[in-house]
């Protein structure tokens, strides 16, 4: 009996020690991420972030946290505390996406604005704090803007979506080009049918139907990038 019982602990012990955590998401970026509409309110042009939609494309028992904020910034999540909240709540080997690039540009707002070099510094010291902690990071582009001229979408991030593109190669950090990604498919859509992927009247806050496919985007590009877990 005893050998028995020696047996079934340690047959208990190797099970626990091996068994398959589930995936631990956790998001920091801009509205094109954050949840901004609750669910029972969603229209087909409502404003909704694409972090809402990411838990239709994970295993059910997969866990994501959305720390993303409205017109966030790297500066703005640092200052304000939202970037050091979700350090202390995410537990190690949890992902984390970094997406931002939207709203650093604009020098005449001193709680947003970044110089790139800031802007790169910034992404270099979550990283860095996040490993740390044992966190498994992945760096994503900004969504592309809805704005075309003569029927040529210009997506209007410029260098610090090149920026990111240079900390994640830097880093040797997974890459989800999401900017790439959306530019390509508004680009196929053309000016008009791109309108379905925005919410009414804008050009940057996605609608239902473009957080969903955002959302998916993320999960094929995490996969395709191997971002463990994914």
Do not use: C
């Amino acid at each position: 009996m005893k050998k028995l019982i020696i047996l079934f602990v340690a047959t208990m012990v190797v099970t626990g020690l091996f068994a398959k955590k589930p995936l631990s998401v956790f998001l920091i970026g801009d509205e094109t991420m954050a949840e901004l509409t609750q669910s029972e309110d969603i229209t087909p042009s409502a404003p909704v972030g694409w972090g809402q939609k990411l838990p239709q494309y994970l295993p059910a028992d997969a866990v994501v946290e959305n720390h993303a904020v409205d017109g966030a910034t790297t500066k703005s999540v640092l200052d304000e505390g939202q970037w050091s909240n979700l350090l202390s709540r995410a537990g190690r080997g949890a992902v984390v996406f970094i997406q931002f690039g939207h709203h650093e540009y604009d020098e005449e707002d001193s709680r947003h604005y970044s110089s790139l070099e800031n802007f790169e510094n910034n992404l270099l010291q979550m990283i860095k704090e996040a490993q740390k902690k044992g966190l498994k990071v992945a760096l994503l582009t900004p969504t592309a803007k809805k704005f075309f001229k003569d029927d040529v979408l210009y997506p209007r991030h410029g260098a610090y979506a090149e920026g990111v593109r240079r900390v994640a190669a830097h880093a040797h950090l997974p890459l989800l080009d999401v900017e790439e990604l959306t530019a390509s498919l508004l680009e196929i859509k053309g000016a008009g049918n791109a309108n379905d992927y925005f919410a009414a009247g804008d050009s940057v806050r996605l609608s239902e139907q473009g957080a969903m496919t955002v959302a998916n985007m993320v999960v094929q590009a995490a996969k395709e990038q191997h971002v463990k877990g994914f």
